[in-house]
């Protein structure tokens, strides 16, 4: 069974540039969660998506936003990227059942902002 | 204002010995919780869950250990092998059903040959 892949590993922006991530769930999970993690604030929710729609939402400005396909596949977008945005991000599958199930993490993608 | 506190940043165990991860959480309404393992530059690797109606969970060598009243969980690692060496992390969920996750700042854990 294939596990989280989150595309791509690495990437390099500019300040003020925006970016879109992209987090392909287990098979036959519905819930996708968005996560960032710097050495700082270590991880933080950004947002939850379970059948298309925003579940949950974390404490994080409108400029982090994303999405989820029928096929929950899910995309996260960051726009007028700041240096402060530099971070690994992590995308989590879980079934999204009504019991609280584990949540899987993917690789990540790194993001440096310059 | 931090909910979930692992306020050991690093531990150090030999080889063979027991390994015990500790973490503090404030709010009353978490009422699942996990411990993640994590190399660096890679994602989280789940290790372990337990639900507030328990107090006991155990998976091979990883048992997890609530305490409600005390606000108090803990990861024991029996016996501790060199490919344990990682960064952990306790999370907690306050949301039935949906994956909200808080989490510690983690606990560097190096298990010496």
């Known amino acids: 069974k294939a596990g989280v892949t989150q595309t791509p590993r690495y990437l390099i922006k500019t300040r003020g540039q925006q970016v879109t991530l992209s987090c392909s769930p287990i098979?036959?999970?519905?819930?996708v969660s968005w996560y960032q993690q710097t050495p700082g604030q270590g991880l933080q929710f950004l947002f939850e998506?379970?059948?298309?729609?925003?579940?949950n939402k974390g404490n994080f400005p409108g400029r982090f936003s994303g999405r989820q396909f029928s096929n929950s596949r899910s995309e996260m977008n960051v726009s007028t990227l700041e240096l402060g945005d530099s971070a690994l991000y992590l995308c989590?599958?879980?079934?999204?059942?009504?019991?609280?199930?584990?949540?899987?993490f993917g690789q990540g993608t790194r993001l440096t902002v310059v | 204002d931090q909910q979930v506190k692992q306020n050991s940043p690093s531990l150090s165990v030999q080889e063979g010995r027991i390994s015990i991860l500790n973490c503090d959480y404030t709010?009353?309404?978490?009422?699942?919780f996990l411990w993640y393992k994590k190399y660096p530059a890679e994602g989280p690797t789940f290790l372990i869950s337990?639900?507030?109606?328990?107090d006991k969970n155990e998976d091979g060598r990883f048992t997890v250990f609530l305490n409600k009243s005390a606000k108090h969980l803990s990861l024991h690692i029996v016996p501790s092998q060199p490919g344990d060496s990682a960064v952990y992390f306790c999370?907690?969920?306050?949301?039935?059903?949906?994956?909200?996750?808080?989490f510690g700042q983690g606990t560097r854990l190096t298990i010496n040959p």
């Open positions: 337990i639900s507030s109606i328990k």
């Open positions: 709010n009353s309404m978490f009422d699942y």
């Open positions: 998506y379970f059948s298309e729609t925003q579940r």
């Open positions: 098979s036959g999970h519905r819930s």
């Open positions: 999370a907690a969920s306050a949301v039935r059903g949906a994956q909200k996750l808080v």
């Open positions: 989590a599958s879980s079934l999204g059942q009504t019991m609280n199930t584990e949540a899987f």
